[in-house]
């Protein structure tokens, strides 16, 4: 059975740090791009970071650029996101998502995804 399986959300004040980590289990990730994304209430999800698992190239949208870094452990089949400089608007639900054949820029913009996760809840707030 294939899965995603995120952890590390909670509360942080503006200004601090959380790393999220997204597991993978029951499949392989050969040809796949991982990906972070988030959705707020009301809001459409939307592709934040992805990371191609085969060459490592990476994607990130303007507004967490700088902050926020993607990586990857191939040998842990997990995928991390580390926040940085956290602002209120980062208040989100977070989903890891892996889309195979598709290139980091592709899944990030047009949200392809052939699997997600549960998400994990980020808020930042004083």
């Known amino acids: 059975q294939r899965q995603l399986v995120e952890s590390g959300g909670g509360l942080v004040q503006p200004g601090g740090s959380l790393r999220l980590s997204c597991e993978f289990s029951?499949?392989?990730?050969?040809?796949?791009?991982i990906g972070w994304f988030r959705q707020t209430p009301g809001q459409g999800r939307e592709g934040i970071t992805c990371?191609?698992?085969?060459?490592?190239?990476?994607f990130y949208v303007d507004s967490v650029r700088g902050r926020f870094t993607i990586s990857k452990d191939s040998i842990k089949n997990t995928v991390y996101l580390q926040m940085d400089n956290l602002k209120p608007e980062d208040t989100a639900v977070y989903h890891c998502?892996?889309?195979?054949?598709?290139?980091?820029?592709?899944?990030?913009?047009?949200?392809?995804?052939?699997?997600w996760g549960q998400g994990t809840l980020v808020t930042v707030s004083s």
């Open positions: 998502a892996a889309a195979w054949l598709t290139t980091p820029a592709d899944m990030c913009i047009m949200t392809k995804s052939n699997y």
């Open positions: 029951g499949f392989t990730l050969d040809y796949y791009s």
């Open positions: 990371i191609s698992n085969n060459d490592g190239s990476t």
